[in-house]
């Protein structure tokens, strides 16, 4: 069906260290990806995305990896920041129609 | 400020009530999402719409319906409402669709009900 998954609900990670978070997706035919920052408080706000015609992209201190074998994404935050803190998303979207499906979240916590 | 403006951010309200939620995108967006996210839940998908005609839909409750107006506002309604209903609703636009263009989308700040 329709699911996006994460491995860990809650990932806590030392400032200055790199943090990486996992998802799973179950649907094969997803064929574009997206994360997303949720923030106490706000909205969720778009980090990156990625194609399924890509297995890496990088932008500002964050990268995300695609394993379609595996149907498995990653986001990696070089450096983690205080202001990193928040919940992050992948979501999905299958080229065929317009649904962008989100995960259930992970909560970032930067240990000081 | 994502640009896309929601109301009211919080309301309060009975079981069996109607509410109507708005959101305005950013301008020159044409496309609208609605979403609802329950306490420590992910963004569940309720139903999208592109310049007034709806395009994708989720697992909308049948007591959910939506549109969106020739100026680009659109309207979540929720009715015969239930405890179960309480929770954080979202709005976002986006210039383009997620198909042809981009997911990239920009969120509201939220329409939180409680049901009472």
Redesign the interface.
């Known amino acids: 069906g329709e699911s996006v998954g994460l491995h860990l609900p809650t990932l806590s990670v030392q400032e200055g260290d790199n943090s990486i978070i996992n998802c799973a997706y179950s649907n094969s035919a997803s064929d574009?990806f997206?994360w997303?920052k949720q923030e106490s408080?706000?909205?969720?706000?778009?980090i990156i995305?990625i194609r399924s015609n890509m297995d890496k992209r990088q932008g500002q201190r964050v990268t995300v990896l695609l394993n379609k074998t595996v149907k498995h994404l990653s986001l990696q935050i070089a450096a983690t920041q205080p202001g990193d803190s928040a919940v992050y998303?992948c979501?999905e979207?299958?080229?065929?129609?317009?649904?962008?499906?989100?995960?259930?979240?992970t909560r970032l916590h930067i240990l000081p | 400020d994502s640009g896309v403006t929601q109301t009211p951010k919080h309301l309060i309200t009975a079981t069996g009530q109607r509410v109507t939620l708005r959101c305005s995108p950013r301008s020159g967006d044409l496309s609208v999402y609605w979403y609802q996210q329950s306490l420590d839940q992910g963004l569940q998908f309720l139903i999208q719409y592109y310049n007034g005609e709806e395009r994708a839909k989720g697992n909308i409750l049948e007591r959910f319906s939506a549109q969106q107006f020739p100026d680009l506002h659109s309207e979540l309604n929720l009715s015969s409402l239930e405890l179960g209903d309480s929770a954080l609703y979202f709005c976002a636009s986006s210039v383009a669709l997620a198909s042809t263009g981009t997911g990239e989308l920009f969120f509201g700040e939220g329409s939180r009900l409680t049901v009472l």
Do not use: C, H, L, T
């Open positions: 574009y997206i997303y408080g706000k909205g969720p706000q778009f995305d998303f979501a979207n299958m080229n065929r129609d317009d649904k962008i499906i989100f995960g259930k979240g």
